[in-house]
């Protein structure tokens, strides 16, 4: 059975940092690409960060480059978040996703998407 479960959320104050882990199993995260990808309140779901079966990342969001930081361990079978100097704005649930094929910038093509993990920004 295929499933992606997302941990590492909290609440943090501007500035702090979290990292998110997504944790696969029934497949082998190495010859798949994986997501992260959040959603606000009353916001879409929108990209944040792809891992390419090579490890290569691909960023979505300008204004995360240098913030958000994704990485894989295939050991591990498991997809990272490292995020940085988190901002109010930052605050949504975070999901992992996987796709077969190099990281789309379409979401509508991941699938097989973890329950998420809330990740909270306030002062």
């Known amino acids: 059975q295929v499933k992606l479960v997302e941990s590492g959320g909290g609440t943090v104050h501007p500035g702090e940092s979290l990292r998110l882990s997504c944790a696969a199993s029934?497949?082998?995260?190495?010859?798949?690409?994986l997501g992260w990808f959040r959603q606000a309140p009353g916001k879409q779901r929108e990209a944040i960060s792809c891992s390419n079966k090579n490890g290569d990342p691909t960023y979505f969001l300008d204004s995360m480059k240098g913030r958000f930081t994704i990485s894989r361990d295939n050991v591990q079978n498991t997809v990272y978040l490292q995020m940085n100097s988190l901002k109010p704005e930052d605050t949504a649930v975070y999901y992992c996703a996987r796709v077969f094929h190099p990281c789309p910038d379409d979401i509508r093509q991941y699938g097989s998407w973890g329950q998420g993990t809330q990740v909270t920004v306030s002062t």
């Open positions: 029934g497949f082998k995260v190495e010859f798949w690409a």
